[in-house]
């Protein structure tokens, strides 16, 4: 994970997509401050988290239970440091005890059997888990997250696991150099939350869509939380 770049550089780089992010929101009539930007650190050493947290930016996500727990270890004042530890990569359900004991949010619950199993160690650790769901809105073989048909269900089974908070939804664009791949994607996520909210008769405020190369698209769909990682930091290792 030597790809460090220097506090300056993230800083130039944090002020570009803040200024890409403010136009975007003036553009469709909306305020930048309806849009959190996280700093996306997988891949990149603890370095990364804490020039997040020296910046002032509120969250982190990671794609993997094992690399955040080394990096939670290896980084001084990193447990309740300032800053959220959200996991936004594909968990496996056998994984769920620990992803409870690092992560203050989980975006990437797709199934039941998840939900379940979040709730369960949730409950053992006495604490309410707050969750994103994540839908397969793009409809993209390649990508993770629950069919658009299966969304109804999953939100119910989530919604009866008393240790679960469900916050919103969370999807990943197709890949693809057209931006319209990704706006397509995006309204439909959105027009997802908006349905089951109603269908429900919950809130549903999080829409955890957009990332280094779609933040446009993803602003005028409505995206509260941008997840950003290499317009920060630089190309993964």
Partial sequence: MDNSISYEAFVANVRSVEAEIARACSQCGRSPAE??????????GHW??????R??????????????EAKRVDRPGAQGGGIRWELIG???SNKARHAVALFE???SVDRAKLALALDKYAGEAGRVLPVLLQINAGRDPAKHGAEIEDAPQLLETALSC???????????????DD???????????????????????VALPELS????????????????MLRVGTALFGGRV
Avoid: W
């Fill in 35 to 44: 849009v959190t930007l996280m700093a996306v650190t997988k891949t990149h």
């Fill in 48 to 53: 990364a988290v804490e020039y997040a947290q």
């Fill in 55 to 68: 910046y002032g930016l509120k969250c982190v996500g990671e794609n993997r239970v094992q690399e955040a």
């Fill in 90 to 92: 594909s968990l496996q």
């Fill in 105 to 107: 949010r989980v975006q």
């Fill in 162 to 176: 008393a240790n679960l908070k469900v916050e919103g939804l969370m999807t990943i664009a197709p890949l693809s």
């Fill in 179 to 201: 931006p319209d791949v990704a706006a397509r994607c995006f309204d439909s996520l959105r027009t997802i939350r908006d349905d089951l909210a109603v269908r429900f008769g």
């Fill in 209 to 224: 869509m957009g990332m280094s190369g779609d933040i446009p698209q993803a602003v005028r769909a409505g995206s509260t």
